[in-house]
């Protein structure tokens, strides 16, 4: 069976310090990988996905970069937080196919002091 | 991309009491999505259902989907204080890649 593993749980950096944020997924190849971030009561905001290594497509701008080094592994960075990327974290996957639900990771709590 | 709105933003309910939650979109979609995230944790799929499609159940869970009004409902039956969530649609549009946008959802509370 797949499954997806995110880590830290919970993380709180300082402001300039920088970030890595890292997914994995087993049971599965050449999955679609995806990034998300979700305000305090707010819906998903997608960040960046995925379909292949070395393939990253960003939906916002902003002071965040993914890289997809190996075919189930996503990594979320950052060379200097801010205080604005302060967030919940979540990483996604799913078939490379239509009419497939996402599995998501349990999350990434990022606390930007 | 298109949004997935929810309604209502909010819901308290007693156990046993069923729970309907909405979701509006804005153009043809291939299919809708809808997911329970419960408080700090990642969000679980529930159940997707395509646009040729009216409705369907899983569980306690039934979901409807009304393409000419560009709409469907959550209905949780026979609640319980598990059922306690944040839940969310999330729409993939017709002709777009395999994405879909997520609403802001519906927070859920069933009291025992």
């Known amino acids: 069976s797949q499954t997806i593993h995110q880590w830290p749980a919970t993380l ?3 402001v300039g310090s920088p970030l890595s944020l890292e997914c994995t ?3 599965t190849s050449n999955p679609n990988l995806y990034w998300y971030r979700q305000a305090a ?3 998903l905001q997608l ?3 995925s379909v292949g290594i070395g393939q990253i497509s960003s939906e916002v701008p902003q002071n965040l970069s993914a890289s997809r080094p190996q075919d189930r592994q996503f990594i979320l960075s950052s060379k200097k937080l801010l205080l604005s990327d302060s967030g919940f974290y979540l990483c996604a996957w799913n078939p490379d196919t239509a009419d497939y639900g996402y ?3 349990s999350g990434t709590r990022l606390t930007v002091v | 991309s298109q949004q997935g709105e929810e309604d209502p933003q909010a819901l308290s309910i007693q156990e046993g009491e069923n729970a309907t939650m ?3 979109y804005k153009t ?3 299919n809708l999505q809808w997911y329970r995230q419960n408080s700090g944790r990642g969000l679980v799929h529930l159940i997707l259902i395509r646009s040729n499609e009216r409705e369907k159940h899983s569980g306690r869970l039934r979901v409807t989907l009304d393409t000419s009004k560009k709409s469907s409902s959550l209905l949780i039956t026979a609640s319980r204080a598990a059922d306690t969530a944040s839940y969310f649609c999330a729409t993939a549009e017709t002709g777009g890649s395999y994405i879909p946008t997520f609403g802001r959802g519906t927070s859920l509370i069933v009291h025992p």
């Open chain 2, 28 to 30: 043809s979609i291939n």
């Open chain 2, 22 to 24: 909405n979701c509006s």
């Open chain 1, 41 to 43: 009561g707010r819906g």
């Open chain 1, 47 to 49: 960040l960046f996905y």
């Open chain 1, 12 to 14: 709180v950096q300082p």
């Open chain 1, 103 to 105: 599995t998501f990771g």
């Open chain 1, 25 to 27: 997924v087993e049971g």
